[in-house]
């Protein structure tokens, strides 16, 4: 025990609480090829145990960004850890890597172990999602570089991919047809825009029920979690050739799709093709935001994109129905060379 640390900031004795609250979290996400490695300096995986003939390994890193803000103001933290995962499996998941082992970083004022456990929670609950192993991780209190009740939150993922099933952006074609799986809402993108509109400008209260929002919390429908797609991809994969992938994150449309095209390609997206959220509406009419710009910056409902070709596009929706997972047909690949939105 450290009383002169503790007097600057830092209680050992509560981060030593911290982990012991955590480890059941940590347990449940275990996979196999995981190593019991929780407490050493490094995070260990046998990747022998994934059997694969040319192992590509793929890798991502991402953090929460200002959607940590309203998770400040609801004074809610079970869901962002969901979100840390996933704004890092997802980037992984597009390039045909299955997630197989996460680590997270949380940097915070100060060390109250029950938020921390609902950080991990949440960390724990996207990893079963994932189906991906929580191997490690690090807890740093810097009082002088956080406020008391506020953090930060990251994370790294790495996947892995026999090389030959390796979706490197060579596989698209003209003429290939774009499948748009459903998002849950703003997920972890564009809060910044998000705060400013709905809580700077028109000075909305996070708490506050709305008719629009079907008379949920603001501040709720906001937290929603990041969907992970990471098991409806799996099976996609075991019965179909997928040609590229898209993870539609910050920059929406018109800068996540082309990732997944070649140089020339363009797509056409007809943006009626699909439902979209309630909240993306609320932000539009709030803000005065045309709907362009809101898909420069936001989902708008799709939250990844699969791209296939013509013949197999009944076996795609065949296959997505049989897990009960929401898919729309919602364009083409194209020689355009741009992203157009037709609305």
């Known amino acids: ?36 490695s929780i407490g050493a300096f490094g995070g260990m995986f046998d990747l022998s145990a994934l059997n694969l003939k040319e192992p590509v390994l793929v890798s991502g890193t991402d953090g929460v960004g200002t959607k940590l803000m309203m998770a400040f103001e609801m004074d809610r933290h079970d869901t962002v850890g969901v979100d840390a995962v996933a704004m890092c499996v997802n980037d992984v998941l597009v ?11 949380l940097a915070v004022g100060k060390n109250e172990p029950k938020r921390i456990e609902q950080l991990v929670k949440g960390v724990a ?22 406020a008391h009740n506020h953090y930060d939150i990251a994370g790294f993922c790495v ?6 099933k390796l979706l490197d952006g060579q596989s698209t074609r003209n003429g290939q047809v774009l499948i748009g799986l459903p998002s849950s809402g703003v997920h972890s993108n564009g809060f910044s825009l998000v705060r400013k509109v709905l809580f700077k400008d028109a000075k909305l209260d996070p708490h506050q029920r709305y008719a629009e929002l079907d008379n949920e919390l603001l501040g709720d429908v906001l937290l929603t979690p990041t969907r992970i797609y990471v098991k409806t991809i799996k099976h996609l994969l075991a019965h179909l050739d997928i040609k590229g992938m898209s993870h539609i994150t910050g920059g929406g449309f018109y800068e996540n799709v082309p990732r997944m095209l070649q140089d020339g390609q363009g797509v056409t997206i007809r943006m009626n093709s699909f439902p979209r959220p309630k909240i993306f509406d ?34 795609a929706m065949k296959l997505l129905a049989d897990i009960n997972e929401p898919a729309y047909v919602i364009g083409e690949i194209t020689d355009s060379g741009k992203v157009d939105l037709v609305w």
């Open 95 to 105: 390039q045909g890597a299955m997630p197989i082992f996460f680590l997270d970083y």
């Open 1 to 36: 025990m450290s009383d002169k640390y503790r007097e600057a900031g830092v209680d050992l004795e509560a981060g030593y609480e911290s982990v012991r609250l955590i480890k059941s979290h940590v347990a449940r996400t275990k996979v196999k090829g995981a190593m019991d």
């Open 159 to 164: 996947g892995a991919v026999e090389k030959s």
């Open 282 to 315: 609320f932000i539009a009419k709030t803000g005065n935001i045309e709907g362009n710009e809101m898909a420069n910056v936001f989902n708008m409902g799709i939250g990844f994109i699969l791209a296939v070709e013509p013949s197999d596009v009944d076996k």
């Open 125 to 146: 609950d996207g990893c079963v999602q994932a189906e991906c192993a929580l191997i490690g991780g690090e807890t740093a209190e810097m009082p002088d570089m956080y």
